[in-house]
């Protein structure tokens, strides 16, 4: 055991607005529930302030002290938050979420995409992974050192920088080749570069360059907007896709949808030293505090955050933690036990109880 593991897990808790503050209080729920049955320490939460209720506390959405305590922690939970609801003054600041990636290093974006028994999918076999690239390419909240990748140098033009490095490119060639050496060993490199030679050839081809460590990973290449319109016609087709940030963003949409909901949508943010469980969902602010939201993909990904903590630290009663999750919400959609959003009558907090019963069961 690291010495990580030998003193009790300390995770921040961030609630985020909208929904934020049920579905991570369901989310908490759960994990205590699955660390306890999986027979690991009971976890040190860290809640801190982020969004409207931080704006209303100390002035600023993602406040320096809350920065500050997540360098002390091991990890953390996010929760949505609304930037398009904060006051003026605040809207054209980076959005909390992109802001923490960026000061932390959290280059590789996790995003699964899997049907579940008992919920409707468009896609019934889709069961895949997109990792894609969270430090640069097309978003230009992030791709700078200092400053914004988006300019405007007259009123009526409007500018835009994209940026791929060799650097980035190769770390998240290096995640996506191990993950799909674990999964199915199929791998998409996912571009467009046809139209965009340079930067979208580039990843392409520092994506191949990596596949030469890893023969047993099958590697194929695709334009982006193929995908898409593979993803639909043919989901289960694909196993691992890596791609750049903005790609990645709007295929894990697509493929979420496809799985049922953006309810189900789970993500994981992480380098190789920190790491931010963080749904792929907004704040859904008109059903806020009707305990009516989908809890699901924020415990999914916490579920991915405890088996990260776990191989990171060699902990096995972790990655048995997060099994137990997945299995139980995995389970209790079988049983027929859902939210609204995906035809169901349960409520968050119904259906949390549903998985925190399940938690336990071998």
Known sequence: MSAATESTLRLGLIDGDGIGPEVVRAT???????VSAAGAAPIEWVPLPMGHRAIEEHGDPLPEPTLTALDSVDAWILGPHDNASYPAEHRTAVAPG????????????????????GVRAMAPEIDLVIVRENS???YADRNMFAGSGEFRPTEDVAMMVGVV???????????????????????????KANVLPMTMGLFRDICYEIAHAYPGVEVTDEHVDATAAHLVRAAADYDVLVTENLFGDILSDLAGELSGSLGLAASLNCSATHAM?????????????????????????AAMLLRW?????????LRHAAERVERAIAAT??????????GGLASTSEFTEQVCARVHRR
């Open 28 to 34: 908490r729920q759960v994990v205590d529930e699955a």
């Open 98 to 117: 992109g802001a923490i990636r960026k000061r932390f290093g959290l280059y590789a974006n996790i995003r699964p995409a899997r049907a579940f028994a």
């Open 136 to 138: 640069e390419g097309f």
């Open 165 to 191: 490095t060799r650097q980035a490119c190769e770390r998240i060639a290096h995640e996506a080749f191990r993950l799909a050496s674990s999964r199915r060993k199929r791998l998409t490199i996912v571009h």
């Open 277 to 301: 469980a963080q749904a792929v969902h907004g704040a859904a602010p008109t059903i806020a505090g009707h305990n009516r939201a989908n809890p699901a993909a924020l415990q999914l990904s």
């Open 309 to 317: 903590l776990g191989t990171r630290d060699s902990e096995s009663t």
């Open 333 to 342: 959609f079988e049983a027929g036990i859902a939210t609204a959003d995906l």
